[in-house]
Structures are given as C-alpha cells and as structure tokens.
C-alpha cells in the first residue's frame, strides 16, 4: 500500500515555471548607537520554479536579482553645531528563497451562486527561508552642517561610490513568510498570474566591521507569471 501510495503521489507530481519581477522596501537592522535607519526603494526580478506534490502544496525555489539597501542618520551635536551624516546604501544581491507554498482554492459557486462551477482563483501562503550572496555594495554620503548662528545648514553631498574593500559581508541568509493570490488564465489551468507580497528577515551579519552587526529586512511585492510544464491528475488520498 505504502509504494502504491508513493507511486501515486509521484504520477501527480508536477513541474511550473515563469518569471517574476516587483519591488523591495527594504531596511537594515544596526547595532551602532545613535543611528537611524529608514527603508529604502529597489526592485528585484528573475525566475521561479515550483514543484507541486499534492493538491494543496507545492515546493517553491526563487533565483532572483534583488536590489537592498537603506539610508542611515546619525546626528551629533558639539556645542552649538548640529552635523547630520546621512549615508544612502545600495546593496545588490543574487537572492534564493526556498519556501512551502500552500495553496487554498477559493470557490465561487459559495460566493456566486449557480454562476461558476470550479474555483478560478487561489489564496497562497508561504513560509521558508532564503539566501542571498551580495553582487555589489554601494554607499552615497550627504552631510548637513547646522552652525545655528543664522546662516543657514550647509549640505555637502559626497558622490556615489563602492564601501571600503572588506568591510561587507557578501554572504546573507534568513527566513521569509508572506501570502499571495493566484489566477487562472485558461480552463485547463495550464498557467496562472499571481500577486504576491512577503517579508524577509535576514540572519547573517553583512557587515565586516568589528564589533558591527547589520542584519537586512525587506517587504517584497511581487507579480508572477507560471506555466505548467506537464499536466497532472490531483489525486488525493
């Protein structure tokens, strides 16, 4: 029974995949007193592939391009002078989610009655981990001078360039949760359009400065397009 069983759960098996492109507001967690971080704006793009076992749940694996980053204040004040250091960083990174993907098919014929007869869309939840190794690391350095003596602040901006040789950790990892749905665009769901949005969380320390740990986060909003490669039967047990 029990290789009955598998056999059947590997004939369901199947294989989907398509591209996928969006947008990060991504942010870095610092350790450094007096700091303040706030989120950032990129994009991130690629491919995804999805290897579904059961009616309801699949395994899914990202290869992405993904732009993080974020922009940093510090403010010291001496005296009657108020210098605001704000440095904008530019963190490009080839990123890999693995996640379970659980799907939920939402029936219309609850909603519409007697209209439609199979369900046309699906709520997903997802939960896994991710890893990340860094392309590129760039900062861009602006300081405000306030002298308070009536004449003004006075901004010098620095010019966009790569971080000191050996202070970034290229090597980033962490978990990943978030929910999306997904929408049918032929009768025999041989491919889909899906909106999605997730949060990472990193673990490792990008930063290779002693007694500094910079951990990166991201809300990641995504649209995705997937195409069954083989068709299946669902069975179910």
Known sequence: MAVVSALSLH?????SIGPRAGINLSNISSNQAGIETNSKMGIHGGLSLKYTFHDQLSVQMDALYSQMGAESVLQVTSGNTLTTTTTTSYLDYAQVPLYINFELPLQPKQLIPYRVKQSFSSLHLY??????????????TSITVDMNDGTGPQTTVGAKGDVAEGTFNEIDFGAMAGLGF????????KSRVGLDARYLIGFGNTSNVSGVTETNSAIQASICYMYKLTNRRYIRH
């Open 127 to 140: 939960a896994g981990g991710y890893f990340g190794y860094g392309l590129g690391a760039q900062a861009e």
């Open 182 to 189: 997904s929408f049918k665009l032929d009768e025999n769901d």
């Open 11 to 15: 004939a369901s098996a199947q294989f």
